[in-house]
């Protein structure tokens, strides 16, 4: 991405009361002033003050934000105009004609991070702040963005080049009688520990961050579009008496336990000659493959239970058998399904809690599980699993008084705990990262 260019992007969505326009760039007060009036022009005299004017007779607020006092580091201009699609196109157009070009996805994140402004993980904190789908992912984001899962790398950071100096020292003055730590493994394994701590957190962490694909199974008229409706609070699917009423998968997103999910409400899974539902059938299996959790409903009112239970695909994943209609039968009587079981109404609401319960321990693996509020990502983690290699070489090179070796193996941990904040990613990696976010960040 080019540094020296004028970008201009809607920072907000358009087709809201607000569309927030911003410009970043050494010529944007100069071409702001062009194609924003007011009473005074905007300049250093009034620098983060808003003022009112107006764009091609519309009126618009602007400010100005002197670099490198602004989110990118350079000079920003936000222009506030109304927020429909015309009024905010139009003002687009003038700037683009002006002298600024359309920022790339995620530029203004990056000139932020290249100005020193936002390491990497805080940049990457920006991009899942605006995905939050739930209360813990957003504080999960803000604690990231606030630097403190910066901070914990850091030290690791600062750790390796410390017992990298170390061995070095050693290969410099090899006879004279220096105070050498004497510490260095138990160092090089106290700094593993603390690697596997953080890699540990990437599950919980991407749980919270990219939530989790339930999906709702079992043979027709079991009440799988009732369960749906039932954990949305609101009618999304037909619900009726007749089977087969699901021809299709039906996607709607929730929040369980501060978990955002994904409902898929499929088919009911039965043998049929009508070309239709066998397609919605087909398409039910591929949505149960592609699942981390599986609610397969059985229906306690059926006049065989053990039918029920013989249709359960046991190689669905993560398989919570569900027992619906038990406000209506006697639920002693119900045959055990070797599974995770719980007994509700998807009609009445009865035990939905119980089924929340097993849920979070499916999702966690039985483990209890508090919402992290520091956590990896796959990026991340990739490379602190990267550098474990290198000290554990580290480790065993100067256990044998090979100082060389395990300098240079503490240098290249050292490199791959440093792509994390950003000390040490090449250019390609950037461009990947950044080109995950919207236009306008």
């Known amino acids: 991405m080019n540094q020296s260019d004028n970008i201009a992007a809607p920072a ?5 009361a607000v569309t927030v326009i911003r410009l970043s760039g050494p010529g944007v007060l100069e071409i702001a002033n062009k194609v924003w009036k007011g009473k005074k022009p905007l300049s250093a ?8 004017g ?11 934000m002197k670099a490198p006092f602004s989110y990118t580091g350079d000079d920003v201009v936000e222009l506030q105009c109304h927020g429909g699609a015309a009024a905010a196109n139009a003002v687009m157009t003038l700037l683009l004609s002006s002298g600024c070009r359309l ?9 932020a991070f290249v100005n020193g402004k936002l390491d990497l993980l805080q940049a990457e904190a920006v991009a899942d702040l605006i995905s939050s789908a739930s209360e813990s992912a957003l504080h999960m984001a803000e604690k990231q963005l606030a630097g403190s899962l910066s901070s914990r790398i850091d030290e690791l950071y600062d750790s390796l080049i410390e017992l990298r100096s170390e ?31 953080l890699i540990e957190t990437g599950k919980a962490g991407s749980i919270v961050r990219d939530g ?11 009440g799988k579009s009732s369960l749906l409706n039932r954990i949305l609070g609101y009618d999304r699917a037909i619900v009726s008496a007749i089977p087969g009423t699901t021809r299709d998968t039906v996607e709607s997103h929730a929040v ?26 087909e398409r039910s299996f591929r949505s149960i493959r592609a699942g981390m959790v599986t609610f397969w409903l059985l229906d306690a009112s059926s006049e065989d239970l053990l039918s029920e239970v ?20 006697d639920t002693g009587t119900l045959p055990e399904t070797g599974l995770p079981t719980v007994k509700i109404s998807a009609l009445s609401g009865y035990n939905l809690s119980g089924l929340f319960d097993e849920f979070e321990k499916t999702v966690f693996a039985g483990k209890p599980q508090v919402m992290p509020e520091l956590a990896v990502n796959a990026r991340s983690a990739a490379l602190l699993e990267n550098s474990l290699g290198s000290l554990e070489r580290a480790e065993n090179s100067f256990n044998d008084g090979d100082y060389e070796i395990a300098a240079a193996e503490l240098a290249d941990a050292a490199g791959k705990i440093g792509e994390i904040t950003g000390r040490t990613t090449a250019a390609d990696v950037l461009d990947k990262i950044f080109h995950r976010f919207c236009i306008g960040k």
């Open 12 to 16: 907000s969505a358009v087709g809201g």
């Open 45 to 52: 005299a009034n620098v983060r003050r808003m003022m009112l």
């Open 54 to 64: 107006d764009v091609a007779g519309d009126p618009t607020l602007a400010v100005y």
């Open 103 to 111: 920022a790339e996805p995620g530029e203004f994140t990056f000139r």
């Open 167 to 197: 061995c070095e020292s050693r290969l410099d003055f090899p006879d004279e009688e220096l105070d050498f730590d004497d510490l260095v493994p138990e160092k090089i394994l106290h700094t593993r520990d603390a690697i596997n701590g």
């Open 212 to 222: 989790v694909q339930v999906v709702l199974a079992g043979k027709p008229n079991a």
């Open 256 to 281: 369980i336990r501060d978990i955002a999910v994904t409902l898929t409400d499929t088919a009911g899974l039965r043998e049929s000659s009508d070309p239709v539902e066998q397609m919605g059938i």
């Open 310 to 329: 013989a249709a359960i695909d046991r190689n669905a994943p993560g398989l919570i058998a569900v027992w619906n209609k038990c406000d209506i039968c």
